[in-house]
């Protein structure tokens, strides 16, 4: 059945196509141009209800919708002699399809596998409609493809959204959260180079130096209570922290390679 006889409140624009390809640019223009595409407006909206609840709101579609009439009025030439709605429908639903191709990834699927996601997602429906079980093999079988090819799009069908962190895992109840379960950066490795770059410098200072630098930096002792253990001013022990650390700082330097010392 043509597209334009389907439904009945499809407006008859015809003549005003006619119209708007003889008029020259300016307000008349633009107005009978916005009148027109006021009137096929519900066609767009229908297109656009036909995509609903595949992650997008129907508002955000139907504007979509609404560009690609807008595109299809601009384009649409009544001389070629084709009625406008089976113009206008390809056109419409291309802008909404390249909207879900381009615009609601999560994560960014090549052209291939998203094709494969399609062919794979359909044999699914296909094969479980039959009563049969759409295993990989069985899909495989059913569309011709490889069995990598159908784990690849099989795959692909997890990419269009993303979990939330805040998702459950754990299908026991233990309430184990998607986070729970990232990997995060050990900041304990950041000092590993620092020490092992210290450790030539520190071994050159004299025991006394050594002390006061554990007792600061690993015992988390201020300088005034190392002084008082120590039997030194507090002026003494900031100065030998100050000497120590320059030591151990141009000790690192002599060592081949690039090194970082954090003190």
Known sequence: MPEESRYADD?????DFRRLLEL????????????????WL??????AARYRNRGETLEDLRQIAAIGLVNAVDRYDPEIGRAFAPFAVPTITGEI???FRDRMWSVHVPRRI???????????AELAAMGITPSAARIAEHTGLSEEDVRQGSEALHGFSALSIDAETAPDGSELLLGDRLGVVDEAYDLVLDREAAKPGIRRLAERERRVLYLRFFAGMTQSAIAAELGLSQ????????ESCRRIRESAREQPGEQRILV
């Open 97 to 99: 399809k390249r909207h």
């Open 42 to 47: 519900p066609m767009a909206h229908r297109l």
């Open 235 to 242: 002026m003494h022990v900031s100065r030998l922290i100050t």
């Open 114 to 124: 998203q094709n494969l996601r399609n062919v794979v997602r359909l044999a699914h």
């Open 24 to 39: 020259p640019g300016g307000t008349a223009r633009e107005r009978l141009r916005g009148e027109i595409i006021c009137a």
């Open 11 to 15: 407006p008859d624009t015809a003549a």
